[in-house]
């Protein structure tokens, strides 16, 4: 009688050794360690298993089920169908204007695509994203409202609070993505955006200053007569130190030039320079044709351009701030309404998604149209009031972090109470 089970180990193994001979040698060490060690592998990767049990509460399905992704695929498409929509004919309209510009300054099609137009789509659509994602929320849910989907969540036990998960879920990944766009991709794209406008659209740019007065470091006062910053050259410089509140030190130079290749900050280069240190009653002078020397001062502190302050990331824009309140600058205002609005403006979806799911979720007759005006208008205020929140603060002395929240503040009201009365 054949032993069909012992033939069929013995094919099995003929089969195995065919295969390894067709292999390196290493294979067949490392596979002969595996089965040694098998139950040992095992016994391990149930005590990592046991050990780290405790993330399973980080994992999305424990929190996203069906009805879960359901609604958020259909709030990230639709924000970016929104965005893509928007985008698509701001560029139209831009082109339009500038056309004549493009064509007057002989503006290369590589440098429009690519060095204005691929930095002026994610600068405008994360501009304008809250407006993108209350008119998703609007549109969808009066689309889920309209074919009774709502109703049918509800009938089936799910609450009004519950059903606002996937909402909040969606404003989270959006929220992160606005953030980092804002704090550190947007920059440095806006530094080619700028430079492509003044080389072929605006032809205006500030590149001197004159009479700058200001403090490189503790009782180490700067000033330079005439600041040339294509060149990174200024005219006239003296540097004069003070302890307490007497100069031990006063240095003058004809000319001073920032090296820009240097691998270390802060590093110029002064010609014809001067220094008189005093002692008491006693004057040491020095003086000489070129020396290098490290001053506490940049080329951005010297000269100010409309708009510079969006061309920093959150870290450099957070030690600008720093550096220039050290120095007792009083031109620092907009660069902190600028570092707190980045923060605001990614809370801004939060509220206005519970803004528009309260006026969209219940099912009335006349389609969208009333909520999508509505939207709109909130929308619209919304931006308005961030603008002139942040000129208060620039112009009348309101404070910074306060005008860049309190838009957030007057609509979070205004959404709590959407909120409690949506249900009823």
Not at 26 to 52: C, D, I, Q, S
Not at 133 to 158: D, P, Q, R, Y
Not at 258 to 286: A, C, P
């Amino acid at each position: 009688m054949v032993d069909y089970r012992q033939l069929r180990q013995h094919r099995q193994r003929y089969r195995i050794e065919r295969w390894l001979s067709r292999h390196p040698v290493w294979l067949h060490v490392l596979l002969a360690w595996l089965f040694r060690h098998t139950a040992r592998l095992r016994k391990g990767a149930r005590w990592v298993a046991r050990r780290l049990g405790w993330l399973r509460i980080l994992a999305p399905s424990r929190y996203l089920k069906r009805l879960d992704r359901y609604i958020i695929v259909k709030f990230i498409g639709t924000y970016v169908f929104a965005i893509m929509l928007i985008i698509s004919l701001a560029i139209v309209f831009d082109v339009n204007e500038n056309l004549n510009k493009f064509a007057e300054y002989h503006a290369p099609l590589r440098a429009i695509v690519f060095d204005y137009y691929a930095n002026f789509v994610p600068y405008f659509s994360n501009l304008f994203s809250p407006l993108f994602v209350f008119i998703a929320v609007i549109f969808f849910t009066s689309k889920l409202a309209g074919n009774s989907e709502i109703v049918a969540m509800l009938a089936a036990g799910v609450s009004f609070k519950r059903l606002l998960r996937p909402y909040m879920f969606s404003c989270v990944l959006i929220a992160m993505l606005s953030y980092y766009l804002s704090a550190y991709v947007i920059p440095h794209g806006t530094v080619i955006r700028q430079n492509f406008e003044v080389k072929y659209k605006n032809k205006t740019n500030i590149t001197s200053a004159e009479n700058v007065q200001l403090q490189v470091g503790k009782g180490i006062i700067a000033y330079i007569q005439h600041y040339d910053n294509n060149m990174k050259k200024g005219y006239g410089f003296s540097l004069d130190k003070f302890e307490n509140k007497k100069l031990v030190s006063h240095m003058t130079a004809m000319e001073i030039q920032y090296d820009t290749i240097s691998d270390t900050k802060y590093h110029w280069t002064v010609r014809n320079w001067k220094i008189r240190r005093l002692k008491g009653l006693r004057e040491h002078i020095e003086s000489g044709v070129k020396c290098d020397t490290i001053i506490q001062m940049e080329p951005t502190d010297l000269v100010y351009s409309r708009g510079q302050q969006e061309t920093f990331t959150s870290p450099e824009l957070k030690d600008y701030i720093s550096k220039q309140i050290n120095r007792g600058s009083s031109n620092v205002v907009q660069y902190q309404v600028e570092y707190h609005k980045r923060i605001a403006s990614s809370f801004a979806s939060f509220i206005l998604t519970i803004i528009g799911f309260s006026l969209s979720s219940r099912k009335r007759k006349g389609g969208m149209g009333l909520y999508l005006g509505i939207g709109l208008a909130l929308s619209f205020t919304y931006i308005m009031l961030q603008t002139v929140s942040s000129t208060f603060a620039i112009n009348a002395g309101f404070p910074p972090m306060l005008a860049a929240w309190v838009p957030n503040i007057l609509f979070a009201l205004v959404a709590y109470f959407c909120y409690r009365q949506a249900p009823n």
